[in-house]
């Protein structure tokens, strides 16, 4: 059984930055992708950023395109998301999942949630304008 922990989120101002952490255990592949989601109350659950355990490819939602940055410490198991020029609009639980196995075409799944099968409890961003 896979388990998802995360860590790092808080408040910070416009402009600021966070980094979050997702430690994964209980994997039972080497291969296996990850990403990160996020929601507010009464919104739909949001795809930030993905990454897989192969190849180095990321991938982004249009919002956060060159304002985060997702990265993946094998050795660790440990999911990274580096958030720069952070907005209030980036406010929001956000989620770290994952789900084992090779697959391809991530690009075309990546940003939808039921694709994966481990999620962690959830750590809050505020950022106040």
């Known amino acids: 059984q896979v388990q998802l922990v995360e860590s790092g989120g808080g408040s910070v101002q416009a402009g600021g930055s966070l980094r979050l952490s997702c430690a994964a255990s209980?994997?039972?592949?080497?291969?296996?992708?990850m990403g990160w989601f996020r929601q507010v109350p009464g919104k739909e659950r949001e795809g930030v950023a993905a990454?897989?355990?192969?190849?180095?490819?990321?991938y982004y939602a249009d919002s956060v395109k060159d304002r985060f940055t997702i990265s993946l410490d094998n050795a660790k198991n440990t999911l990274y998301l580096q958030m720069d020029s952070l907005k209030p609009e980036d406010t929001a639980m956000y989620y770290c999942?994952?789900?084992?196995?090779?697959?391809?075409?991530?690009?075309?799944?990546?940003?939808?949630?039921?694709?994966?099968?481990?999620w962690g409890q959830g750590t809050q961003v505020t950022v106040s304008s």
């Open positions: 209980g994997y039972t592949y080497s291969s296996y992708c």
């Open positions: 990454i897989c355990a192969w190849g180095g490819s990321t």
């Open positions: 999942a994952a789900r084992e196995g090779f697959s391809s075409n991530v690009g075309s799944w990546w940003a939808r949630g039921r694709e994966y099968v481990y």
